[in-house]
């Protein structure tokens, strides 16, 4: 796309902003957001790389080039810029006359009077605080992923650091929400015992809240003491100041998960898009319904504002991270990315749907643990191996120095399981085994193949794992949990 080409989809784009329709405004945006990074990816790939930010993309044939590193911050940044830029499109002041400033009833009135008036949904700006959180947040976020590029911080010590980032979120879920109750699925609790089991919980919890609320003096419980749930309706179990170290767990897992997934051309970027559809299918479901209550439909279009503009940057990046890649994304884009999913899941009140989009990173995770927690060797590098000869990829293999039983044991249940593959020795004994990510399980399953290819395969085993999900969320949930605000008549 030429310069000319770039400059008239700009405008074209800017010319179809419309201040009543935060849909069609986001979309524009997102093409912005488009333009603006396939504009300056190639102007600052040579100064990234003067100032030390390079690497060489070792699964290519020599000569091997230095390619820019840490681009996703163009991305980022770009993304910043529109959120901010997004706002007096999505947001409108409520005005109150003099004469109603005395009177609640007159100002409540006046308020939904001009909230209902407008065709377009818009937010009214006492959500302002919740989107910029989610901006603060994601600026964090960013600045925090250019520091562990710039100084290559230890997993151990960088594993927490979007937990920093999301404070700003928390604090203002804290203030403006502070629902802590989470529906307890009907089957468990119609089980013998269920409900005394879910009473025996409530103690604990309401323990652990009293002793916050003690030495803090903040309540964190969403739900009265003496609340008591209506006959015919699901159990909520409050877990209070434990439902912050669940959303903080979702800030900390959702960043890490993409970065852990991570190491082909195009997989950190492809699978971040790839999320992004699955949300906005599953958003999309929620606004185009006609039976979903305005809360729900306004938590949906929460996360589709936020989404859209992500994708614009995300495929600027995406064709240039793309086989061959001419740049690295680095750990920046990473954080920026899940701390995306982390918002929306959060801000939008779907934390839990956020998970089952993310099975086959959390998979990822579980499978690569006994390497990241040190129960099985892991060296510093799991990328596949690249074979010169045929140029095709191949699972890379970490050694086994140390026999003792429990790795043994592991790797051994493993093999028989074809979740790994093993080279032994003359004497039987383990050598190497293939890296434990889920890049090298797919090339033990499916052979070798191009990168291209690999990457390809794994964006379209976790498409269609997201979109088995938006169906299983829809339908099966509601079964599960006997409620559901979308259930496509499944009671």
């Not at 119609?190 to 089991?197: H, S, T």
């Not at 606004?287 to 439909?297: D, E, G, I």
Request: with cysteine; glycine share 6%.
């Amino acid at each position: 796309m030429n310069k000319y080409i770039r400059l008239a989809v700009f405008g074209g784009a800017l010319a179809f902003v419309h201040p009543n329709n935060p849909l069609q405004t986001a979309v524009c945006f997102s093409i912005i957001g488009y333009v603006t990074t396939i504009t300056l990816i190639p102007r600052l790939s040579e100064p990234f790389k003067g100032i030390g930010l390079k690497g060489k993309d070792m699964s290519k044939p020599p000569p091997v080039r230095e390619l820019p590193e840490s681009m996703g911050i163009v991305s980022a940044v770009t993304y910043l810029f529109i959120m901010f830029s997004l706002i007096p499109f999505i947001f409108f002041k409520y005005l109150v006359s003099f004469s109603a400033l005395s009177n609640d009833q007159s100002m409540l009135n006046t308020y939904t009077t001009q909230y209902e008036s407008t065709k377009s949904q818009l937010f009214p700006h006492n959500k302002l605080a919740e989107y910029l959180s989610a901006v603060l947040c994601l600026q964090s976020t960013t600045l925090l992923g250019l520091f562990d590029d710039l100084f290559d911080i230890r997993w151990r010590h960088k594993f927490f650091l979007p937990a920093v980032a999301s404070l700003p979120l928390l604090i203002v879920y804290y203030v403006d929400f502070s629902v802590t109750s989470v529906v307890i699925p009907s089957f468990l609790t119609d089980l013998k015992g269920g409900e005394q089991a879910l009473e025996f919980l409530n103690f604990f919890i309401r323990l652990g809240n009293h002793v916050v609320t003690s030495v803090t003096g903040l309540s964190f419980s969403s739900l009265p003491t003496d609340y008591v749930i209506p006959e015919n309706s699901p159990k909520l179990l409050d877990l209070g100041i434990f439902y912050y170290f669940y959303m903080s767990a979702v800030s900390i897992f959702s960043p890490n998960s993409i970065n852990i997934l991570a190491g082909i051309n195009g997989l950190e970027v492809g699978q971040s898009v790839v999320l992004a559809i699955i949300f906005l299918t599953n958003d999309f479901c929620y606004l185009f319904s006609s039976n979903v209550s305005q809360a729900a439909y306004d938590s949906h279009l929460f996360s589709v504002i936020f989404i859209i503009p992500f994708i614009g940057v995300s495929l600027g990046l995406l064709q240039y991270n793309w086989f061959p890649a001419r740049v690295f994304v680095g750990d920046t884009y990473c954080y920026f990315s899940g701390m995306v999913f982390a918002i929306v899941g959060i801000l939008g009140h779907f934390s839990k749907t956020l998970l089952i989009f993310l099975l086959p990173q959390i998979l990822n995770f579980i499978y690569s643990a006994p390497q990241i927690f040190g129960v099985i060797p892991c060296p510093r590098h799991r990328l596949p191996r690249f074979n010169l000869k045929d140029g095709l990829m191949y699972p890379s293999f970490g050694e086994l120095k140390k026999q003792g039983p429990v790795p043994r044991l592991l790797l051994n249940i493993l093999e028989k399981l074809k979740l790994i593959k093993i080279e032994r020795g003359n004497e039987g004994q383990i050598v190497k085994f293939s890296n434990m990510t889920i890049i090298n399980l797919f090339l033990v399953w499916f052979g070798p193949m191009r990168e291209d290819s690999l990457c390809l395969l794994i964006l379209g085993v976790q498409l269609l794992v997201g979109f088995s999900m938006i169906a299983v969320r829809h339908t099966v949930g509601p079964w599960l949990f006997g409620y559901d605000n979308l259930s496509w008549g499944v009671k």
